[in-house]
């Protein structure tokens, strides 16, 4: 099945904004896919199967920045390029999580708005760090090392399934007047990965020089993530064994994926 991806998007390689639309609807078609899974959702669903697909989630984020963006990087333009880029990335979601008002902004920072309700900071969350997710898929797919970058695409899908699922499923918990507006939230905190997969394309196409920084910047913006936000979130209820287990079945099926293409 990989071949075939591999076959229908590179017969676009001379075009990055088919290129970045192709790649950017992929991965928010699995975004999409978790948010409708909320149709078929009881009002209770068990904190150790969230932190499970969490920690699965966080192991294909984890093996997907280095197999697909920091390894083919410093192929690229050596080491030390790509530590820039992984600095400069992790620098961006950090400054960016700590002044663009979201849950761990209020958290941290000890500010109270009865303006903004939890639920809108927590979709806000979601949606910034989505942002590095869809950067990071439009880097590697214009770098035209598109054996590396179809695995990390189809592995930032898949996770993308239970961001979709947890957006849309807190909005239904909060208010289950409506499982519909619920999923169309879902689906809309992912919409931000398909303007970024294309800017990540025009990026490196256009400006070849940058793409080894750029592949850093991407995989150090989803490993300050996963370092960040979602691990943490999977150890703090009790059950960090099971998303642990979950973490390393994301690492083994992003190798498989690797592999397999």
């Known amino acids: 099945m990989l071949n075939y ?6 017969q676009w390689h001379n075009n990055p904004l088919i290129l970045g639309l192709i790649a950017g609807l992929i991965i928010t078609v699995f975004n999409t896919v978790g948010a409708l899974l909320v149709l078929f ?27 697909s ?24 979601i950090d400054f960016a999580n700590n002044h663009i008002p979201h849950t ?6 000890n500010k109270i708005s009865k ?27 214009g770098s035209n090392h598109l054996k590396e970058a179809i695995p990390l695409m189809i592995a930032i899908g898949i996770q993308n399934v239970p961001e ?6 807190s909005h239904f918990a909060e208010n289950s007047q409506s499982k519909l507006r619920s999923a169309w939230i879902g689906i809309a ?8 997969a294309i800017l990540g394309v025009f990026l490196v196409s256009f ?25 943490p979130q999977t150890h703090n209820k009790g059950y960090e064994r099971i998303a642990t287990t979950g973490t390393i079945i994301g690492i083994i099926l992003m190798l498989v994926l690797d592999m397999g293409l």
């Open 41 to 67: 959702a009881y009002k209770t669903i068990s904190q150790k199967f969230l932190d499970l697909i969490l920690g699965f989630a966080a192991g294909l984020m984890l093996a997907a920045s280095f197999t």
């Open 69 to 92: 963006l920091i390894i083919p990087g410093i192929k690229v333009g050596g080491v030390w390029t790509v530590v820039l880029g992984i600095m400069l990335g992790a620098f961006c």
């Open 104 to 109: 761990h902004w209020l958290l941290k920072s």
């Open 189 to 196: 905190s992912g919409l931000v990965e398909i303007p970024l």
């Open 207 to 231: 400006i070849s020089p940058i793409l080894p920084y750029a592949m850093g910047f991407g995989a150090g913006a989803m490993l300050y993530v996963i370092s960040n936000e979602i691990i």
């Open 115 to 141: 303006k903004i309700s939890p639920l809108v900071l927590f979709i806000l969350a979601i949606t910034i760090h989505n942002m590095p997710e869809g950067l990071s898929v439009g880097i590697a797919i």
């Open 164 to 169: 979709g699922f947890s957006v849309a499923f």
């Open 5 to 10: 991806i591999y076959l229908y998007i590179n």
